[in-house]
């Protein structure tokens, strides 16, 4: 049987807003306890969070950013730089112009001595005793700066150039000291005479059997240079594997101990 429904009561017929054009304030709109069981707040239907209750989505925590890898750094050894044979050479080219210039003396006392003068060392103070050595020295060390840790052939032809280099130079020299007393017409005759002089070509021969002995001295050195740079060429290049390969392994390690990223513990909660 149905259930029986209740009479209304009468009730007193009151104006409402929409009729008399006036808007009720929010809070007195409808009655808390008519309101129907859907029109709860929102923020009343949220309950507080206990210790039991795992936090919601928007509340989980950061993951944690991956570590990146360590940056490895290996020593490089020092550049490998050859050494050179250029300063040993400069040295031994001096010493060649002190025996050059004693030897040079020697012969101009020889020659006094042949044409029956006087013996004197009066030509050690003049220009023409000194232009050749200097000419030497000149020749000699430029030729040093050359060849720098060549063998002996570089010298046994290179004496030959510091040779024509003093023997012609020392005609040039002679003709420029002695330009004021030499006519111009008579140039050609004064060269070919002071290059056909024999104090001329003794000291060309002087000069290249200086440089060529002394060469071979330099020569001899610039040999164990070149062997020693050679062995020190293999040094640099193990030294060089080994270091890449410590590079590589220190590499390899690195990244095999980085941590990979982990997952949050706490799982994203979803809506019922």
């Given at each position: ?41 929102a923020a009343a239907a949220v ?117 024509l280099f003093v023997y012609f ?104």
């Open positions: 049987m149905a259930a029986k429904r209740p009479a209304s009561q009468a009730a007193e017929v009151t104006p409402t807003p929409a009729d008399t054009g006036e808007v009720a304030p929010a809070a007195v709109a409808s009655s808390p306890t008519l309101a129907a069981p859907d029109s709860v707040p309950e507080p969070a206990t210790a039991d209750t795992p936090p919601a989505a928007s509340e989980t925590p950061a993951q944690p950013a991956s570590v990146g890898q360590q940056v490895v750094y290996v020593e490089a050894p020092k550049p490998f730089v050859p050494k050179g044979n250029r300063v040993f050479g400069v040295l031994i080219a001096l010493l060649s112009t002190v025996i050059f210039a004693a030897l040079a003396a020697l012969a101009g006392v020889a020659e006094e001595i042949v044409n029956q003068k006087p013996v004197g060392f009066g030509f050690l103070s003049t220009i023409d005793f000194w232009a050749p050595v200097v000419l030497f020295a000149i020749g000699f060390i430029v030729l040093v700066l050359i060849v720098n840790r060549a063998g002996w052939a570089a010298y046994v032809i290179g004496s030959l150039v510091v040779a130079g020392t005609g040039g020299a002679y003709l420029a000291l002695h330009a004021s007393q030499i006519p111009s017409n008579e140039v050609p005759q004064h060269f070919t005479a002071e290059l056909f002089r024999v104090a001329t070509l003794v000291t060309a021969v002087l000069a290249r059997e200086a440089s060529l002995w002394m060469g071979f001295a330099i020569a001899s050195r610039g040999r164990k240079v070149k062997a020693r740079n050679a062995e020190a060429r293999v040094l640099y290049e193990q030294e060089i594997a080994a270091k890449r390969a410590e590079y590589e392994q220190a590499n390899a390690r690195n990244s095999g101990s980085a941590p990979e990223p982990q997952e949050s513990a706490v799982e994203p909660q979803t809506a019922p």
